[in-house]
């Protein structure tokens, strides 16, 4: 751990590289823990595909709805919270890119995150909106649609088999290839392009997750901690 904290100190450019568990211990489930309750006999992967949608949008959509309440329920942890603060602190020395569309690094006051997956609470067009998909046009619903057209709204999230946004997808590949350092903190890194911006780096790579991940031997040291629990250590609230 000590260690890893003068790696921070002495780096100039440090990305932070976020996957579901960053936000687990606010009391967000991570992907691959099993679905609880309701969601239990769903896979993520059966239900995050616009084929599963497109199949059945009312159950896509109250599964996403569901999650949406969670999320608001929850606050961002001291992880998250420490994050933020060193970026307010060292302003463009620390960039976050994240797989997660729960919003906890924004509302954690983080001023630059890479949402690599989209935001759970925004919601876009299903079908290319043609001009009588206004607000004023859309019916509430689950999914809301177009009263003219029927088009429907879905979550603004990046579905599996989806591409990711390139402006966001290449600035994340520009700050990995760029940074001294990158934590690669609560992702089992099974999903990419994300995971592999762990591999695209020349910079130092440190894994902290409390399991075993597809990363680790991508890492020049693996802490086998929490996020909330390493996080505020690695970045502590001293200016340095
Ligand atoms: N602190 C740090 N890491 C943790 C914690 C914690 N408190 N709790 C769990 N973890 C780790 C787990 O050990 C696991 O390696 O977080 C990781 C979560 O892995 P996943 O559930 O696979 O989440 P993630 O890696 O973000 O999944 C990537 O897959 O489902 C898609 O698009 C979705 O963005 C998601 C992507």
Redesign the pocket.
Not at 30 to 33: G, K, L, Q, S
């Given at each position: 751990m000590q260690q890893v904290a003068d790696w921070v100190r002495a780096a100039r450019r440090i990305v932070v590289l976020s996957?579901?568990?960053?936000s687990?211990?606010s009391g967000v489930p991570?992907?691959?823990?099993a679905q609880t309750g309701l969601w239990a006999k769903f896979r993520?992967?059966d239900l995050?595909t616009e084929q599963a949608f497109r199949a059945d949008p009312k159950l896509v959509w109250e599964w996403y709805a569901s999650r949406r309440a969670m999320i608001a329920r929850v606050q961002p942890n001291a992880?998250h919270l420490a994050i933020a603060a060193f970026q307010q602190r060292h302003p463009g020395r620390l960039t976050v890119v994240t797989?997660?569309?729960d919003g906890l690094h924004q509302r954690a006051g983080s001023p630059e995150v890479l949402a690599l997956?989209g935001n759970i609470a925004e919601d876009r067009w299903l079908d290319a909106p043609r001009a009588c998909c206004t607000p004023a046009n859309t019916v509430a619903g689950a999914p809301p649609r177009c009263a003219a057209c029927g088009n429907l709204r879905r979550p603004a999230v990046?579905w599996?088999g989806e591409m990711l946004p390139r402006a966001e997808l290449a600035a994340a590949a520009e700050a990995a290839a760029g940074c001294d350092l990158m934590l690669v903190?609560?992702?089992?890194?099974?999903?990419h392009p994300?995971?592999g911006l762990a591999r695209a780096t020349h910079g130092r790579v440190v894994i902290?997750?409390?399991?075993p991940?597809e990363l680790d031997d991508a890492a020049d040291a693996v802490l086998r901690?929490?996020?909330?629990g390493a996080l505020p250590q690695l970045l502590p609230d001293v200016a340095s």
């Open positions: 996957g579901a568990g960053m687990a211990e991570t992907f691959r823990d993520p992967e995050a992880g797989q997660n569309v997956h990046v599996f903190v609560g992702t089992s890194g099974v999903v994300a995971a902290v997750n409390p399991h991940s901690e929490t996020a909330a």
